[in-house]
C-alpha cells in the first residue's frame, strides 16, 4: 500500500492526548487527521487497570480513534513521568483531558496551573457533566447522556419506552465541539498570545444536539414525544413499506408532496383538500400512511427510489452498513480511509468528514503501540539513551 500524504493543515500544533475511551480521543483524532503531532499520553501497560474501557490495543474501535497518533508512555505517579509531562506541556498548543475535575487538580493539571507553566497552552477538558456544579464529581458515560440529555425519550416508537441511539451521539459530539471550541481559541491566541481553557460535556453535547426538539420546549412550551420512524411533525417523511423492504421518504414542502402524488402514480391525492397542507397532512398521519403503503406495497424498493429521483423527492434506501459502504457514492467520497498496520495488515478506518481543497484530512499511520514512540520523543525533550534506560528501569515510562 502505498504511503499516504500526511495534511499540513494543523502541522504547526502540537497536541498532548491524556484522555480516553471515546469523547477525548475523538476530540484529538480531529488534530492528528488534518496533521498536528498529537502525543497520546497513557500508563505503562499494566499499571492501569481500566486501560482496557476502549476495547482491545488491536481491536476496531482503538484503530479507529487514535490513527496518526504518537504513544507515550508516563507514570503521572512518578516524580521522573511527571517532570517528562512538564516538560511536554511547556512548549505544547493542546492539552486534551477528561479527568474528573477533582483528579485534575491532584495532578496539577488544572487551567490555573497549567497556564503559569504555558500561558499560550489551551487546555480542553471534556467531562460527563461539567467542571462545576452538583455532578461535576460524576463519572459520564454516553448512555447516562442519552437519558439525561432527553434523546431518549424521542427515540423509539410512540409508547415503547426510552429507547438509545444506536451509536455514541454525546461521546462523539462532545469530543467534536471540544474540537470546534479549540480550534476557535487557537484563533483567538493569534489576537491575544493566550491560551483559554476549553470546557465542554457529554451533557451539554447531547442537549445540543437535541437542537430542535429542545427549542420546540424552550420556545412553544412543548414536550417532543416518540415518534418512532417518522419525522415529528413532517409527512409523509419516514419509513415506508414497499413490496419487498423498506425505504425512507422525505417529503418537506408542499412541491414535495405534488411530486410525491405523481411519481406514485396518484396526482389526485396531490390537490385534495383533506391533505393540502403540512398540518392537514400530520393530523391525518395514519389514515395517510395507509393510502400510501398500499400503494408502495406493489412494487419494489428499486422501482420507487428510481421514480422518486426521476420526480424530484427525497428518498433513499435504508443499508446495513455493509451495503452503506458498498454504495457507490459512499465510495467516491473515499470516507473508509486505508491504513496499513504491521501486525494486523492492511484495513479501512472511518475518515473526517469534512474536505479541503488544498490541505484535506489525511490517515497516514496506524493506531502506535503503547510506548511506541518512548525512545523518539524522549530524545526530542533532549533525553539520552542512557537517561531513556533508567526512566525504563525506575517505572516512570
Known sequence: MPRPTPSTALAK?????????????????????????????????????????SGARHGYDMQNLHRNKRSLTLNLKTVEGKAILLKLIESADLLIENFRPDVKGRLGLDFDTLHRLNPRLILVSVS???????????????????????????????????VRAGIAVADS????????????????????????????????????????????????????????NDHPYSTPMGVYATRNGHINIGVGAEGHWRSFCKAIGHPQLGDNPVYDS?????????????IIESILTQKDSAHWLAAFEEHAVPAGPIYAVDEMFDDPQVQHLGIAQPVSHPILGDF???????????????????????????????????YGSGAVARLREAGAI
Open 13 to 53: 500544533l502540537r497536541v498532548l492526548d491524556l484522555s480516553r475511551v471515546r469523547a477525548g480521543p475523538t476530540c484529538a483524532r480531529v488534530f492528528a487527521d488534518f496533521g498536528a503531532d498529537v502525543i497520546k499520553v497513557e500508563s505503562p501497560p499494566g499499571l492501569d487497570p481500566n486501560e482496557n474501557m
Open 348 to 382: 479501512r478506518v472511518v475518515g473526517e468528514p469534512v474536505g479541503l481543497s488544498r490541505t484535506p484530512a489525511g490517515v497516514v499511520s496506524p493506531t502506535p503501540e503503547a510506548g511506541e514512540h518512548n525512545a523518539e520523543i524522549l530524545a526530542e525533550l533532549g
Open 278 to 290: 403540512m398540518e392537514k397532512r400530520y393530523d391525518k398521519r395514519p389514515e395517510l400512511r395507509v
Open 128 to 162: 460527563g457533566f461539567g467542571q462545576s456544579g452538583p455532578y461535576r464529581a460524576r463519572a459520564g458515560f454516553d448512555q447516562i447522556a442519552q437519558g439525561m440529555g432527553g434523546m431518549m425519550s424521542v427515540t423509539g416508537l410512540p409508547g415503547q419506552g426510552p
Open 173 to 228: 459530539a462532545a469530543g467534536l465541539y471540544g474540537a470546534l471550541g479549540a480550534l476557535v481559541a487557537i484563533t483567538e491566541r493569534e489576537t491575544s498570545g493566550l491560551g483559554q481553557w476549553v470546557q465542554t460535556s457529554l451533557l451539554e453535547a447531547q442537549i445540543a444536539m437535541m437542537d430542535f426538539q429542545a427549542a420546540r420546549f424552550l420556545v412553544e412550551g412543548t414536550v417532543p414525544p416518540q415518534a418512532g
